[in-house]
């Protein structure tokens, strides 16, 4: 008898012990993320072989302190590894773990080599050689602070290789997880399974592997205990024709009907051949499906839907997967009422989607991402009924129902104005702190930074609402839902990408075509909040030199252009926006010398140009630390400064339409007086419809000289 580690997940020690007991192992004792138990040849041979949940087996061959390098080097000597396995063999040593001395998991296992090669050179036997690629025993180290355990794993390559699954898929979940997911779904295996969302067969073909009852391991090729010196050959290819046996006999009686849908068909065809690698493929009925229209199997009576849906590592970047979700829990519980669900995610926000109450959870991980898996029964009562339809609860009704308001009246006077692009929502309820603004047929829906006093589970959950509601009440699809979160940007940070989908579509604003690109920066390329001032720069650009300063993607040199303007001068310090600028202007028509491009930094560019100019708009940021100023740039501090600069640029009928975002933004009038110029607050008649409840960050005024 040996002493043994068995290595799993954390969460599933509980149930690798029953597992183990069922095998025959009768001192099962669980430990952190392993099990340890007492087993005889013939006793670890049919764990290797049929145990679903671990992951390796390591046979204890010292365990001890390690403060340092010293006392691992001696402890692995005073093992005697010529007892164990034979110098032609070549072996690997896997480290895991550090402490304050062996802060390298490579010259931990270094000294652990050293040490077993010199036990054979000590003896005069050849040295045994390292393979990494294809080694006949991995040698095991697991070190915590000053605790190390040392063995020889009985296995090789991990237990989830299965030898099926030579193509996973984006998202692969471990054969070992997906039997504990099983296991712990309360699936009867007489009865019929579903997954709906099955991706490449995983958990379907190992439920069809436990309903056949065949073992695990069956098509592995090799096991590393067939290399030791105490290996019976004999006992094994008794184990392993016992295992034989049983899978050609299960095979033939299995009672419940297994199904896989993904609305892949590619997926589907590779879960086929997963199937078929594992001997299960006829007992698996697999077919492409879409789990938001999914519906109830003729036979499916009492069964159990089992999954792992997609839940991505950021639920922001993923609108579609809450439709996704609310859409599934509607068809389970229109279509399957009577049987059970369990679902496997990393977010609790995406399975409270589902609208189902949990009968049971279980926390795990996928790796090292924290999941958790929710059992439910689908019971007859789970709907409301109105009518002959059956309906969800709405979701989040106060902000619904002031969304739904917002629409009535704000999308009346989009279209009277010709506009396809407005807010719809400001966050008007503060418990609800987004911005939602419509594109056509998109919505972007941006999220504020919550307050630190709004704990982040609770801000994702009131986010998850929002984004259902929202697509519940606009009836937009979930694909053209865009997520952001809108934060203080510093330096040139709002310039930086988001990704890379270069997806854009044109927009009609007053009389102008304007590019917008939904997806790769954190703005669109069109600030919706100034349609308005883009209008009377329109307006009163006919015959005029006009001058963008800050021009962002050129939107308001496009309506002077378009309005008649003689000449235009477009200045910002992103190259990006400037090209973005032309071709807004080719979309329009507009092209020629007269239409000039300056990429600088704006407040230098200031300082040193001497053009004049009859109509200038400038749009600076409230704060900005640019590398190129000698100081950082505020726009209440430092806009006289500004105006100084402007006013040497200023022809004598000329004016200066100057905005911007800060609050409580306040004109130092005497300043400006000073500087034998006026200026006319037009904020009222420039803040449009869409943001008239956010007065405060829009400031608009006319600066002319004075007489």
Not at 121 to 129: A, H, I, Y
Not at 131 to 136: E, F, N
Not at 629 to 637: A, G, K, W
Not at 649 to 660: D, K, Q, T, Y
Request: charge should be positive; include cysteine.
């Amino acid at each position: 008898m040996h002493q043994y580690l068995a290595v799993t997940s954390n969460g599933l020690e509980n149930l690798l012990v029953e597992e183990l007991s069922r095998l025959g192992i009768d001192n099962a004792k669980p430990v952190q993320a392993g099990v340890r138990f007492k087993a005889s040849n013939e006793q670890i041979y049919r764990c290797c072989l049929w145990s679903r949940l671990a992951s390796r087996f390591v046979r204890v061959l010292s365990e001890f302190t390690c403060n340092d390098d010293m006392d691992l080097y001696l402890a692995s000597s005073a093992v005697n590894w010529v007892k164990h396995f034979n110098s032609s063999n070549k072996f690997i040593v896997d480290f895991k773990g550090t402490n304050r001395e062996i802060r390298n998991s490579q010259y931990g296992a270094m000294k652990i080599k050293d040490a077993i090669v010199d036990t054979f050179s000590k003896k005069d036997l050849p040295r045994p050689s390292i393979s990494k690629d294809r080694p006949d025993l991995r040698v095991h180290l697991r070190l915590h602070k000053d605790k190390a355990l040392l063995g020889i794993d009985m296995v090789g390559g991990g237990l989830h290789q299965r030898g099926y699954r030579t193509d996973s898929g984006k998202a692969p979940l471990r054969e070992t997880l997906a039997a504990a997911i099983l296991l712990r779904s309360g699936w009867d295996m007489k009865t019929p399974l579903l997954d709906p969302m099955c991706g490449s067969g995983t958990i379907v073909i190992e439920a069809a592997m436990m309903a056949a009852n065949i073992a695990p391991g069956i098509k592995r090729e090799k096991f590393s205990f067939e290399v030791l010196e105490d290996f019976e050959s004999d006992v094994w290819l008794q184990v392993k024709a016992e295992a034989s046996v049983q899978a050609r006999k299960g095979v033939n009686k299995i009672d419940a009907k297994i199904y896989g849908y993904d609305n892949d068909p590619r997926v589907i065809q590779t879960a086929k051949d997963n199937a078929r690698r594992a001997g299960v493929e006829s007992l698996i009925c697999f077919e492409v499906g879409d789990a938001a229209e999914l519906k109830r199997p003729m036979d499916f009576s009492s069964g159990t839907i089992v999954s792992n849906p997609p839940y991505g590592e950021r639920l922001g970047t993923h609108p579609g997967l809450i439709a996704l979700y609310t859409a599934f829990g509607n068809q389970l519980k229109s279509e399957f009422k009577g049987c059970s669900a369990s679902i496997f995610s990393s977010s609790d926000e995406l399975l409270s989607c589902l609208r189902l109450r949990a009968d049971k959870q279980y926390k795990l991980n996928n790796g090292s991402l924290p999941c958790q898996q929710k059992n439910y029964h689908i019971s007859d009562k789970e709907r409301s009924i109105v009518g002959d339809t059956v309906t969800d609860a709405v979701v989040a009704p106060d902000f619904a129902n002031r969304l739904k308001k917002n629409i009535g009246k704000i999308s009346k006077w989009a279209k009277k104005e010709q506009l396809d692009c407005y807010r719809i929502y400001d966050a008007d309820l503060p418990e609800y702190n987004v911005a939602i603004d419509a594109y056509l047929d998109h919505l972007v829906i941006q999220e504020y930074a919550a307050p630190k006093n709004v704990p982040e589970e609770k801000a994702k959950r009131r986010l998850t609402d929002i984004i259902r509601a929202s697509i519940q009440v606009t009836g937009t699809q979930a694909n053209k839902v865009i997520l952001k979160v809108r934060e203080k940007q510093k330096g040139r940070s709002q310039y930086q990408k988001l990704s890379q989908q270069s997806q854009t579509m044109n927009v009609f604003e007053y009389g102008v075509n304007l590019i917008v690109n939904l997806h790769d920066y954190l703005d669109t390329g069109l600030f919706l909040d100034h349609k308005l001032t883009r209008r009377k720069i329109g307006q009163w650009a006919a015959g005029k030199d006009f001058l963008n300063l800050f021009a962002y993607t050129g939107s308001a040199t496009v309506h002077a252009a378009c309005g008649g303007a003689k000449s235009t001068t477009t200045v910002d310090m992103s190259n990006t926006y400037l090209e973005w600028a032309q071709e807004n202007m080719r979309l329009n028509g507009q092209i020629g010398r007269q239409h000039k491009y300056e990429q600088a930094d704006c407040l230098q560019w200031l300082e040193n140009a001497n053009s004049q100019f009859d109509l200038i708009f400038i749009d600076p940021p409230t704060f900005s630390n640019s590398k190129r100023m000698q100081q950082t740039f505020d726009v209440q501090r430092d806009h006289i400064q500004l105006m100084t600069n402007l006013k040497r640029l200023l022809r004598p009928e000329g004016m200066i339409v100057f905005s911007n975002n800060k609050r409580q933004f306040k004109m130092d009038i005497d300043g400006i007086r000073e500087l034998k110029l006026e200026a006319k607050n037009i904020s009222s008649q420039t803040l449009p419809l869409d943001f008239a409840r956010n007065k405060h960050i829009h400031n608009c005024w006319v600066i002319s000289h004075s007489d």
